[in-house]
């Protein structure tokens, strides 16, 4: 039995509603429950370091918003976002190479899960088919899942989504969108190749077909910039931009607890997902718009984006040395250009353990935690994969944490 059947059973009163069959608790969520062991390392999470965050930075631009603008930072506000903030942003994304973009071409979300949540109220009805990367994001697979979507799996590979094997998934399914996440994906931190990129924006075009591109992690490169973005690609492929949704958010590069997204989009889309938002919340936070718009006209944030490259950066090398000097050829992966993780895989080899989640519970019994791959597939998991974040542990835990995995690998099920 649906545990949404079991509990309109027991509360008797309660029914819920047909589409929460669809989903199940996050995986990672449950495995935070057992985060409380004292003395335990976490690879799980996949948050920034708080310890990174600007703090006076922040603090000053919330003391600006309270001076300069206080009735409309403690006010309500437009649906749409704080025009200040909107004008930040365009501005922002314009510095990445979006040359054309203006504030109107954009809404503010309450964090990029908002935006996720909006494309599916706006776009997706029971039945409707969605192709998203096989490995993907585990909130969007749940989010799409919850209003009814039939999710198809295109493979990956270093370079990112298999252009080839994307194009034949379009022409057979014909989505209603294709789901991407181009730069350092969570969980794969794959990149894709300019190729490949100028390859997604040419099949949106030949199939008809919309993209969305999540990037949340673009900005967190460790030694080249990526490719440009698809919505900053599109500008030198006619007729792509109407073809394109662009997700943005500050979560990662100043703050989660601002809950400052952004959501660029063909005007109509933008129109019905102002609607519904306006059904959802009213409005995101003014103060926190206000506190990010301030923060943005600062200047800090291009100091900010370069002190957290620079621990990132240490902190994945120090986790790629680490997983081959105790984990040898058990363990095979990428080392990452950016972001926030190290997507792996078990090899068996020497007879060590294969089973992500296997693994995960031995991993925790040793006094370290990451999360399973499995969960992260939509369909046909590979049960052999792991995630591991280097965000949040310093270079000693690190080196601890990874030679505490290799005792966990090695040792059998009992």
């Known amino acids: 039995m649906s545990s949404a059947s079991t509990h309109a059973t027991s509360a008797g009163f309660v029914q819920f509603a047909d589409r929460l069959k669809n989903v199940e608790t996050s995986a990672i969520r449950e495995l935070f429950k057992l985060l409380g062991k004292p003395g335990i390392i976490s690879f799980a999470g996949g948050f920034p370091d708080s310890a990174l965050f600007d703090v006076e ?38 510095s990445k190479g979006v040359h054309s973009l203006q504030p109107q ?16 109220k706006t776009l ?26 039939e999710l198809i799996s295109a493979p990956i590979d270093a370079d990112g989504v298999q252009t080839d094997r994307l194009e034949a998934l379009i022409a057979q399914h014909q989505p209603k969108f294709v789901y991407l996440i181009p730069t350092f994906g969570n969980p794969s931190g794959g990149l894709l190749s300019l190729e490949r990129r100028r390859q997604v924006l040419e099949l949106a075009l030949r199939y008809n077909t919309l993209i969305v591109e999540d990037d949340p992690y673009g900005d967190l490169y460790f030694g ?9 690609l ?12 662009h997700c943005g958010s500050l979560s990662k590069v100043l703050s989660p607890g601002l809950r400052v997204g952004w959501m660029v989009a063909p005007p109509a889309l933008l129109a019905a997902a102002t609607m519904c938002k306006q059904f959802s919340d009213a409005h995101t936070s003014t103060f926190a718009q206000a506190t990010a718009a301030a923060y943005l006209k600062s200047g800090r944030m291009p100091a900010t984006l370069a002190r957290v490259r620079s621990v990132y950066a240490e902190r994945a090398q120090a986790m790629g040395q680490a997983l081959k000097q105790h984990l ?16 792996a895989q078990l090899t068996g080899q020497d ?9 995960a519970k031995q991993a925790i019994e040793q006094g370290v935690a990451f999360v399973p791959g499995a969960p992260f597939y939509c369909a046909e998991p590979d049960l052999s994969t792991l995630r591991l974040s280097f965000a949040t542990a310093d270079i000693g835990q690190i080196e601890e944490g990874v030679a505490r995995l290799s005792r966990a690998v090695a040792r059998q099920p009992s």
């Open 124 to 149: 997706i009805s029971p039945g409707d088919k969605v192709i998203v990367e096989g490995p993907t994001f585990l909130a969007t697979i749940q989010c799409f899942r919850l209003y009814g979507a």
């Open 224 to 232: 080249e910039a990526p490719p440009p973005s698809l919505l900053a």
């Open 57 to 94: 930075g922040i603090r000053e631009a919330s003391q600006q918003a309270l001076s300069e603008q206080p009735g409309a930072a403690l006010q309500y506000g437009a649906t749409e976002g704080f025009n200040p903030l909107r004008e930040e942003l365009a501005a922002f994304m314009q």
């Open 328 to 343: 040898g050829g058990a363990l095979a992966f990428v080392a990452p250009q950016g972001g926030l993780f190290v997507w």
């Open 351 to 359: 007879g060590a353990l294969t089973d992500g989640a296997t693994f």
């Open 105 to 120: 071409d954009l809404i503010v979300t309450t964090g990029s899960q908002q935006a996720l949540d909006l494309l599916g």
């Open 234 to 245: 599109s500008e030198q492929v006619p007729g792509s931009r109407e073809a394109l949704v």
